[in-house]
């Protein structure tokens, strides 16, 4: 499938649906504490996205019965939020969000630290999130996509880390998930070449 080039009016569209959810899940990261269940989260959620434009993206996609999905410590992804999730202190929960605002979707994630968390916890945090600023600086025309996955992972494995190899970032639009497909791991100058209309406008985040 062909990557879908984005005219300069579409991508504001796209900006703004992921401010939407930048502005969800940033309401979100302070209420999340001890004692917290990820249904919790789950509603005070819903209750946020009550109050902005659009409808959340998740819920109902493929019969999923959720507005988020919360993965706690070694969940990689897509866990469902329940009532007997309990978070407990030094824990970590990740907050995948959607939304769909004007035919167009914006989807992201924060890693949350629910209390005090320990020291190797929080050197997982800091490098992935610097392994995500790297990667976003490799979007450049002219760069290929494996620069962008070498960038995340060479970042990762150097600080005694490892990458996810199972699953795959992915392109968004008018579809929740679209071309490209992005790995955490890759070789330099490898695979498709970025281009102006979809790489990232670095100076919108």
């Not at 996205?49 to 919360?70: D, E, M």
């Not at 497909?181 to 695979?191: C, D, E, K, Y």
């Amino acid at each position: 499938m062909a990557i879908q080039l984005r005219s300069a009016a579409e991508l504001e569209k796209m900006y703004r649906a992921g401010q939407v959810v930048y502005e969800v899940l940033n309401a979100l990261r302070p209420q999340v504490k001890p004692g917290l269940t990820t249904m919790d989260l789950e509603h005070l959620a819903e209750d946020i996205i009550a109050k902005r434009p659009g409808k959340a993206a998740f819920k109902g996609y493929r019969g999923y019965p959720c507005v988020l999905c919360t993965s706690v410590n070694s969940e990689i992804v897509h866990g469902i939020p329940s009532p007997k999730r309990k978070l407990r202190e030094g824990d970590i929960v990740s907050i995948d969000f959607g939304m769909e605002v004007e035919g167009y979707f914006g989807d992201s994630a924060v890693t949350v630290p629910v209390g005090h968390i320990s020291p190797e916890l929080h050197k997982l945090l800091d490098v992935t999130r610097e392994s995500l600023d790297r990667a976003i600086d490799k979007m450049r025309p002219g760069n290929r996509l494996g620069d962008v996955g070498h960038a995340v992972q060479s970042w990762v494995e150097q600080h005694g880390f490892s990458v996810v190899r199972e699953f795959v970032g992915h392109g968004i639009g008018t579809k929740m998930h679209d071309e490209p497909n992005l790995r955490t791991m890759g070789n330099r100058g490898a695979a498709r070449v970025c281009r102006k209309a979809w790489s990232l406008p670095s100076n919108r985040w």
